[in-house]
């Protein structure tokens, strides 16, 4: 009943009760289940799928899909949001995507990307991060500039500016910033460190400012060329 009641616009799709029920001029939008976009008025672009997907929502180029999903956006505009709760507590930011159970659900940031359930689902205000795995970046609250790519990767890390790819890459990390982890379960020495760029499976890094490339004692650096040095080598 009352499906897209008010509509005067072309290329407009309602399907359910209350689905697109205040819009009256919004174009080319999409809306299936109870009450899904029932807030758009005179905006665009939106596709809501699923019981009160984008419920409020009034800013354009939004898309929702699940139960529920992006039920407090408002203004937002350009987000994309899939799975239970996904970016629940976006309303006014925008350009975030969201794709899986509870991830990214207490962010109310901008410029977010979180694919895989529980990925930055503590991130608050964090802005410009990238979790793509299980968990990946799942301490994450105000600091920004994470990379996070692998299961519970950076897992426990809120230090701003670092970056994981592997399996656990960088799960230690705590308040340490500004590392890079690369490989399966790759690893600073402290979970306060910092500058550490570590590189391999298993490979654990020593100290901070300093690259360490593979497993300590085990794994050997091969050069097939010169190495020219612009600073001082000890």
């Known amino acids: 009943d009352n499906a897209g009641v008010l ?4 290329n407009t799709t309602a399907v359910g009760s209350g689905a697109l029920d205040s819009n009256t001029t ?6 299936v289940g109870k009450e899904a976009g029932g807030a758009m008025v005179s905006g665009s672009d939106l596709t809501a799928v699923g019981y009160t997907a984008l419920l409020l929502a009034t800013g354009a180029g939004n898309t929702g899909t699940g139960s529920g999903v992006g039920d ?3 203004t937002g505009a350009q ?15 925008s350009n975030s995507t969201f794709l899986g159970y ?3 659900v207490a962010s109310t940031a901008a410029q977010i990307t979180a694919v895989g359930a529980l990925a930055l689902d503590a991130n608050t205000s964090g802005t410009q991060s990238v979790a793509v795995g299980y968990q990946a970046g799942g301490a994450i609250t105000t600091s920004g500039n994470l990379t996070a790519v692998g299961w519970q ?10 970056s994981a790819f592997g399996a656990t890459a960088g799960d230690s990390i705590t308040t340490g910033s500004d590392n890079t982890c690369l490989g399966s379960n790759a690893d600073v020495s402290a979970a306060t460190a910092t500058y550490q760029t570590v590189i391999g499976s298993d490979a654990v890094g020593t100290a901070n400012s300093q690259v360490m490339l593979g497993r300590t004692g085990t794994d050997w650096v091969v050069r097939t060329g010169p190495i020219h040095l612009t600073s001082a080598f000890t």
């Open 7 to 10: 509509n005067t616009a072309a």
């Open 26 to 31: 919004g174009t080319t939008m999409t809306a």
């Open 72 to 74: 407090t956006i408002s």
């Open 79 to 93: 987000n994309t949001l899939m799975g239970r709760a996904a970016g629940s507590g976006i309303s006014t930011t």
């Open 102 to 104: 509870n991830c990214g």
């Open 153 to 162: 990767s950076l897992l426990l890390a809120t230090g701003a500016d670092n």
